[in-house]
């Protein structure tokens, strides 16, 4: 009994992959997202589906020598929940990286285990641009977007269509703050006016009160610094005060199945930055197509992301032949990105993943012909543009 | 409140405590130690809140206050001032029961529902301060907390070495519960739970020995909440959140009100299920803890310790 | 002309709009109230039944093509129902115990229903769109109303007063109030209570639901609309004193107002004041402000 025993320890330690350079052959994809809450719609199941879809087409195309096995778990926008379980990934279950991470608390809590940890992180879902700069790290790639973005698209964009006055209504956490914050800088920047501001306790429910504020500020705009429930509320109810019709809403973070949602008719006519639309080209409808033949929705974004970060972290795997976090991260950075999601992409040193976004007019009822028909896209802005430039960079990492 | 207790059994202490501390010493080589951690943490928030709901009849719907503010108090010690683990514990305990005398003091001038209702208020106050003040960070929570250097000698930064730490609080927290319970302070209590009127009659000042219990209880699930933030090295608003007092009256209930062991094998279920089940049926989740929840309150009021309890009395214990 | 630093328009329109949200908190809380007041329960499924309500307004409306107006009868008969198998099935098992368990099931039972709605209809809500007659609004110059907001006060105050006549001035009132003191005289004067206990329980949830199909066109019909009103609720039932129905309808309006008013002042806090008013008032007059010394 004794011998065998030994013997067999013997036999693991030397057969142990020294020779292997993926551990195991097999690199675990880890994705960690809000299953059943607030954000659930705008990535959630279709994030994973769209995991699922990049392992699958990467296996098909690239015939790669190693197995590929995807995990999924439901964060509940908690952070203690998702930091416990991207400790157990990492520390027991062999997890080679997590991904998706929507929320800001969420990431950031994450962020840490996987430096601690050693290991590769992907996010999509969460925003807040300290991820990119206070708070980086070598281990984290953002890819999809962040507030700066938006505010940059956004807010940017209607100032200089004419919208000169502002008024915020922000969510009363660290990414409404985060948002408006990168939102009048770029108001002021492009000679605009910021009237003033009004935090609603988040998530809110009622915005009534708030919007009469904001509504005898006077201002030209009404920038929604939140997200999700709180912004279509928001937005509702601004239509049934009769706000719209004299003011313009500028929703600072919106995705297509917010507009879905809420409806055409109230959303009309309103600006928004995103990092996709379905209807792009041939190659966007593409792709698309199939994500909604099975998930009946169409993709958001953060989904698309998911989907053309995953390809791009298996890509980097095959070619230096290791999941070693280091040696991936650094093919990762060399490799630009182009694909249906993003065109002229690029991971710099802060990880921050650069690329062309758009920024979108919502449609009106009229003009919409097929279902999902909903953005006019206005105009495309250049990565180098979009995103926050290294030199004003606050991440320890830029070498300036 | 007058819950439906099981008789309690006579087992001595030293067997009891050898029992867990055997289990707890075993578990971490078979069941991957974080999680481990997480059950006794809550185990020890429940075993708390079973002091104040099983023995002194006290249904406070806002522990999470004292879980979730020690945890910040604690964290924030031990990241931003540098505090060696067991001072940011001992902190967290002080915090918790500081703010016990508070809530206490103001809560127990009602009884029945009034009492739980105050505590329910108080503790969306803490919530709301916990929202608002810098250092707790509102919604991203207080991250990258240390688990630093235990005396300044014992790196904790290893699992297993955390996990001894963690147990040894744990089965600390457990002793001065016992100890609490089986004094005359604690028949004090039991008996002001089963008739309070007569207890006043016997001369008793009800109010101060109700308050004493529910310092010590805030204190002990306090120490639960530092112990927790220093585990995950994070402290976030989920840990003030009433879902999280709603959460330790489900760990208490289920696992049986009025026993020694039933709030950490309530603890141990519940924290499991949701391990388990996040991965597998996520929206679920909770529709599963609400039919827990019914279950027990209508077939199943002793908790699975209680009803254990109960099948083994029936062999002849007298009470 | 300002008032205190504030614009009158503002003030006044912030005012009309608590009140609004008062009428909310007035409907709940009145079916909270008549709840405990005549079956010594905390319903913490009130909440929701509230979800419920609005639920059954939004699916009929667009599977059965029900419209608003038949939704306000329909979604009340259906919670209603749901309200007398509920009591009957397991509340009533209940009847003897500490009253707290009724909490604690009911607190389970929220659970239940809102991780179903979660797990069928995701987090994001739906619209329902409020009806043509009240759509559009009136110019009342310091702010624009709109004719739904409207609608929602007068109906909602038209429901409590109505409640409030039939518990405390008609004879089945009486009845009822008789039956929670004592259940044994009244049986045996010939009156049923359980069924009296059972259909007020009805009532109750039945009362939650209304709530909640005047408020889908104002908020989004999301499964966790009730789980965020709840507490507040609970807090408003309590300082108006828990028996009281003109207590909690008194306060409800009350507290609508002092929050509207806490949103122009010091908005952050307006989610935590009435706790604040909750705590303080609990210090002061124990039994809340309408309520009798236990």
Redesign the interface.
């Known amino acids: 009994m004794k011998r065998t025993a030994l013997a067999a320890a013997l036999f693991t330690a030397f057969a142990a992959p020294a020779m292997a350079q993926i551990s195991d052959n097999v690199v675990r994809i880890g994705v960690l997202t809000d299953?059943?809450?607030?954000y659930?719609?705008?990535t959630g199941a279709g994030a994973v589906y769209a995991t699922e879809m990049a392992v699958a087409d990467f296996i098909a195309k690239e015939k790669p020598g190693f197995k590929i096995e995807i995990?999924?778990?439901?964060h509940?926008n908690?952070?203690?929940?998702a930091?416990?379980?991207a400790?157990?990934w990492f520390?027991?279950g062999k997890v080679d990286t997590a991904t998706e991470l929507v929320t800001?608390?969420v990431a950031?809590?994450v962020m840490?285990v996987g430096k601690a940890k050693n290991k590769l992180l992907l996010i999509n879902g969460a925003a807040s641009t300290p991820i990119t700069n206070e708070k980086c790290n070598d281990v984290t790639v953002h890819y999809t977007y962040d507030t700066y973005a938006l505010a940059n698209g956004t807010a940017k964009a209607v100032t200089k269509a004419g919208g000169k006055t502002w008024f915020f209504l922000t969510a009363?956490?660290?990414?409404g703050h985060a948002l408006e914050k990168d939102s009048t800088k770029v108001v002021t920047d492009n000679g605009g006016q910021v009237l003033g501001s009004?935090?609603?306790?988040?998530?809110g429910?009622?915005f009534?009160?708030?919007l009469?504020?904001a509504?005898?500020s006077g201002a030209q705009v009404i920038g929604l610094a939140n997200a999700?429930?709180d912004t279509?509320?928001s937005i509702?109810?601004a239509a049934?005060?009769?706000?719209s019709k004299k003011q313009s809403l500028a929703g600072l973070l919106m995705f297509i199945?917010?507009v879905h949602?809420?409806?055409l008719k109230?959303t009309q006519g309103m600006y928004l930055t995103d990092s996709f639309y379905w209807d792009l080209n041939d190659e966007t409808r593409a792709w698309s197509k199939r994500y909604f033949d099975k998930m009946k929705k169409m993709p958001t974004g953060i989904q698309a992301g998911q989907y053309s970060s995953v390809y791009h972290y298996l890509s980097a795997v095959k070619a230096v032949n290791s999941d070693d976090t280091a040696k991936v991260m650094a093919q990762m950075k060399k490799t630009p990105i182009n694909d249906f999601f993003a065109k002229n992409g690029k991971i710099r040193d802060d990880g921050r993943m650069v690329h062309d976004m758009y920024l979108a007019q919502v449609k009106t009822p009229a003009e919409s012909t097929k279902p999902w028909d909903y953005y006019k896209i206005k105009a495309t802005i250049p990565a180098a543009e979009a995103f926050q430039p290294l030199s004003e960079s606050r991440c320890p990492l830029v070498k300036k | 409140m007058k819950p439906v207790i099981a008789a309690a059994g006579k087992t001595p202490t030293w067997h009891l405590f050898l029992g867990v501390a055997l289990v707890g010493a075993i578990a971490p080589f078979v069941v991957y130690p974080t999680f481990l951690m997480k059950i006794l943490c809550f185990a020890l928030f429940a075993c708390a809140f079973n002091l104040l709901l099983g023995y002194a009849g006290l249904l406070s719907f806002g522990h999470a206050a004292f879980f979730g503010g020690s945890a910040y108090v604690t964290g924030w010690l031990c990241k931003q001032v540098g505090a060696t683990p067991e001072l940011g514990l001992l902190a967290g305990a002080g915090f918790g029961a500081l703010l016990g005398a508070v809530f206490g003091g103001l809560a127990i001038r009602r009884a029945g529902i009034y009492f739980s209702m105050i505590t329910l208020g108080l503790a969306q106050l803490v919530f709301f301060l916990a929202l608002q003040m810098k250092f707790t960070g509102g919604e991203d929570g207080l991250q990258g907390i240390p688990r630093g250097k235990l005396f300044g000698l014992v790196d904790l930064n290893d699992s297993m070495t955390m996990y001894w730490f963690v147990l040894l609080v744990f089965l600390g927290g457990l002793f001065v519960v016992y100890r609490t319970i089986h004094s005359p302070f604690g028949q004090i209590l039991k008996a002001i739970r089963d008739n309070e009127p007569r207890a006043i009659s016997l001369g008793y000042d009800v109010d101060r020995y109700k308050l004493l219990a529910f310092v010590i209880s805030a204190s002990l699930a306090g120490l639960a909440g530092s112990t927790k933030s220093l585990v995950f090295q994070l402290a976030s608003l989920t840990d003030v959140h009433w879902h999280t007092s709603g959460q330790v009256v489900l760990m208490t209930l289920l696992g049986g009100l009025g026993t020694v062991l039933g709030p950490v094998v309530g603890a141990a279920t519940i924290v499991g299920l949701e391990n388990v089940l996040a991965d597998k049926v996520g929206p679920w989740v909770m529709v599963i803890m609400g039919v827990i929840f019914v279950v027990c309150v209508l077939a199943f009021r002793r908790g699975i310790v209680g009803e254990l309890a109960a099948l083994r009395s029936r062999g002849g214990a007298d009470h | 002309m300002e008032i205190f630093g504030i614009p009158s328009a503002l003030l006044g329109s912030q005012l009309l709009v608590g009140l609004i949200n008062g009428s909310f908190y007035a409907v709940l809380s009145l079916g909270l109230a008549i709840i405990f007041g005549l079956l010594n329960i905390i319903n913490f499924a009130h909440g929701a039944q509230y979800m419920l309500g609005a639920f059954v307004a939004l699916l009929a409306s667009k599977y059965l093509g029900v419209n608003y107006w038949l939704a306000l009868l329909l979604a009340p008969l259906t919670v209603g129902v749901l309200g007398v198998v509920i009591e009957r099935t397991m509340l009533q098992r209940l009847r003897g115990l500490d009253h707290l368990y009724g909490l604690l099931l009911t607190f389970g039972l929220a659970l239940i229903l809102e991780g179903l709605f979660k797990n069928f209809f995701g987090v994001s809500g739906e619209s329902y769109e409020a009806p043509e007659a009240l759509s559009g609004g009136v110019d009342l110059g310091f702010m624009f109303l709109p004719l739904y907001r409207g609608f929602v006060v007068v109906a909602a105050l038209g429901v409590c007063l109505m409640a409030w006549y039939l518990i405390e001035r008609t004879s089945l009132g009486a009845t009822l109030r008789a039956a929670t003191q004592r259940p044994d005289l009244v049986q045996a004067l010939g009156i049923n209570v359980p069924v009296l206990i059972t259909a007020t329980y009805a009532v109750g949830s039945a009362l939650a639901a209304f709530a909640g199909v005047l408020a889908a066109p104002i908020f989004q019909v999301n499964p966790v609309m009730g789980s965020n009103l709840i507490i507040v609720v609970f807090a408003v039932v309590v300082i108006g004193g828990m028996g009281s129905i003109l207590g909690s309808i008194v306060t409800g309006l009350g507290l609508g107002l002092i929050e509207g008013l806490t949103k122009v002042v010091y908005p952050e806090a307006s989610a935590v004041v009435i706790f604040l008013i909750m705590v303080i008032v609990l210090l002061l007059r124990p039994a809340g402000l309408f309520g009798k010394q236990a």
Request: aromatic share 8%.
């Open positions: 299953l059943s809450g607030t659930s719609d705008l995990v999924s778990a439901d509940q908690k952070a203690d929940i930091a416990n379980k400790r157990e520390e027991s800001t608390s950031l809590a840490e009363d956490y660290a990414f009004v935090r609603h306790p988040f998530p429910q009622d009534s009160s708030f009469l504020k509504q005898s999700g429930s279509t509320n509702k109810q049934e005060f009769g706000i199945t917010d949602a809420l409806g109230t």
